[in-house]
């Protein structure tokens, strides 16, 4: 069993920039991280990911904007987010998953509000 724990969510202007970290209380070193959102009525959507290899992938509307982060040592998985836009807004939820026995977690969400 691992447990996300979300932080860093906030109300910024738009323009601005916020990193969300999503401390994991067990190794995410075999785990693919990633990081979604869910806006109100809308489905929740991948924004980023990193595979354990280190590659990563972004959803099209956040490339050059959003970088994901993962460190080994902390358990830790961030997303740096720079020049936020108010369609930005969401719960923002980290996830980790693992092809090899299914596991796949979630946090309880931060929430981001991008105010123009």
């Known amino acids: 069993q691992v447990q996300l724990v979300e932080s860093g969510g906030g109300l910024v202007q738009a323009g601005e920039s916020l990193r969300l970290s999503c401390a994991a209380s067990?190794?995410?070193?075999?785990?693919?991280m990633g990081w979604y959102r869910q806006a109100p009525g809308k489905q929740r959507e991948l924004v980023a990911a990193?595979?354990?290899?280190?590659?990563?992938n972004y959803a099209d509307s956040v490339k050059a904007r959003f970088t994901i982060r993962r460190d080994y040592i902390k358990n830790t998985v961030f997303l740096q987010m720079n020049s936020l836009k108010p369609e930005d807004t969401a719960v923002y939820y980290c996830?980790?998953?693992?092809?090899?026995?299914?596991?796949?977690?979630w946090g309880q969400g931060t929430e981001v509000t991008v105010f123009s």
């Open positions: 996830n980790a998953f693992r092809s090899v026995g299914g596991n796949n977690y």
């Open positions: 067990a190794s995410i070193y075999a785990y693919t």
């Open positions: 990193v595979i354990p290899s280190g590659n990563k």
